[in-house]
């Protein structure tokens, strides 16, 4: 049923003719010159693109015998549109990236991709690569693997060190406790000053939880799962001990759900959640924020009684590569050798990180020499990749969408408006959610 549901919606978006035109030639298959060819679609971000393809001229001038071509992938409607109509026209490429794991459990439910952890080579990148500790958390209900991560980008948070400092404090607050303290104080001295100020916070789109969310409940719950083998498996102690901290933030006054322009750059709010793509952005807009001055970047808040935790998890906005069904056995084997020579020499995820400021998902880069001048020149993305280990990508369920478009309707939402308290929310968000992996049971 649902290999149907994702064939008929991706003919339903876009016309394989387009997307042949969009994406090169598509499929995997043997070139004219008797080269092995794989195929390669990179993720619409030209940084990246640029990237595979000195990396592929690279391979290629000592693996004669293989031709690895990438082009960059059609986002329009979506890059996920454009892959769905690939596989329905069987045009689907070699492999790709841009992966991230919800869309992947999506596609191994309709047997589109395969599990890389059968592919030969595979274990030879993730122990080159020094990545056996972040894979953990990859697996799959089936215990496989469909995605080789290339990025993880933990979401932390930024905190204002000058607003903190005029308030009394030497760092951020760690817990749920300190930071309603915190932010009592901010009111009295600053009242039209809030913690969090964040349109999305009120907003039921579905990909939004990534941001606000999951890296809060991945904190509270210490990296517990939220959905395994279609069944809700959520820390229920944890979620709402977690609402009703928003709920407590909503009604002391100390959340802007409303639209509001660079609320943490302007001082506006005291936290904020952030990725690593913020930081070019500040560079050119903002050249004001100094990491360790005016801001600091640490892991989400936590319940009271995690105040002593050293290694607090977060989600991860982490995409990899995927290998597609319709790959032939030999076209497998060159494309997992074209990984195994990236991944094989640390000075390309070196490279990747300077030309896409995405976080290389590895274990060792903080400890590893080959990175430690990139992050002496940018100590700001040290902590990012520190926290990769801790990280926790999106959800193996093929229903994700619908799941996340409810924790923000029957949940999050209403308790950051003030509208329910967390324990209300998180029956009324878990009913449904039930019935929606009950109903593809």
Do not use: H
Request: glycine share 4%; charged share 25%; aromatic share 10%.
């Amino acid at each position: 049923m649902k290999f149907k549901k994702l064939v008929y919606a991706a003919l339903s978006v876009v016309a394989a003719g387009s997307v042949l035109a969009a994406c090169g030639s598509g499929g995997s298959e043997a070139s004219n010159d008797g080269k092995t060819k794989v195929t390669f679609w990179a993720a619409p971000n030209p940084t990246q693109v640029k990237f595979w393809k000195e990396m592929a001229t690279a391979y290629e001038k000592e693996n004669p015998d293989v031709k690895v071509e990438v082009s960059q992938m059609k986002e329009s409607p979506s890059s996920e549109a454009t892959i769905q109509s690939a596989i329905a026209s069987k045009t689907a490429p070699t492999i790709s990236e841009n992966i991230n794991r919800s869309f992947a459990a999506q596609l191994a439910d309709s047997k589109a991709i395969l599990p890389v952890n059968k592919v030969s080579g595979y274990d030879d990148v993730v122990k080159e690569r020094n990545m056996t500790e972040s894979m953990k958390a990859w697996s799959f209900s089936d215990e496989n693997q469909y995605v080789l991560p290339v990025y993880s980008n933990p979401i932390l948070f930024g905190w204002r060190l000058d607003t903190l400092k005029a308030l009394g404090y030497s760092e951020p607050p760690k817990t749920y406790s300190e930071a309603l303290e915190v932010g009592k104080k901010l009111k009295a001295k600053y009242p039209d000053q809030v913690l969090w100020a964040k349109g999305d916070l009120s907003d039921p789109t579905a990909w939004m939880r990534w941001f606000d969310f999951f890296p809060m409940y991945n904190a509270a719950s210490k990296g517990n799962a939220f959905v395994t083998n279609n069944e809700l498996v959520a820390d229920k102690t944890a979620g709402v001990e977690l609402l009703d901290f928003m709920g407590s933030l909503a009604s002391q006054k100390l959340l802007l759900t409303g639209e509001v322009t660079d609320p943490f750059e302007t001082g506006t709010s005291l936290m904020t959640d952030l990725g690593p793509w913020t930081f070019p952005n500040w560079a050119e807009k903002f050249p004001d924020m100094k990491f360790g001055e005016n801001y600091t970047v640490t892991t989400p808040l936590v319940p009271d009684n995690m105040k002593d935790e050293k290694e607090v998890s977060t989600y991860s906005d982490a995409k990899g590569i995927v290998f597609y069904a319709s790959a032939t056995k030999e076209e497998q084997k060159a494309a997992m050798d074209f990984l195994k020579f990236v991944y094989s020499d640390d000075k390309n995820d070196l490279k990747f990180l300077e030309t896409t400021n995405l976080i290389p998902a590895r274990d060792d880069a903080t400890e590893n020499a080959t990175f430690q001048s990139f992050f002496k020149e940018n100590p700001q993305l040290e902590v990012y990749a520190a926290n990769v280990k801790n990280a926790i990508p999106a959800m193996d369920n093929a229903d994700y969408n619908d799941i996340q478009q409810i924790i923000g309707e029957a949940a999050w939402n209403p308790v950051v408006k003030g509208e329910k308290k967390g324990a209300k929310a998180w029956s009324d968000m878990s009913k449904q959610i039930n019935k929606v992996l009950e109903d593809e049971k």
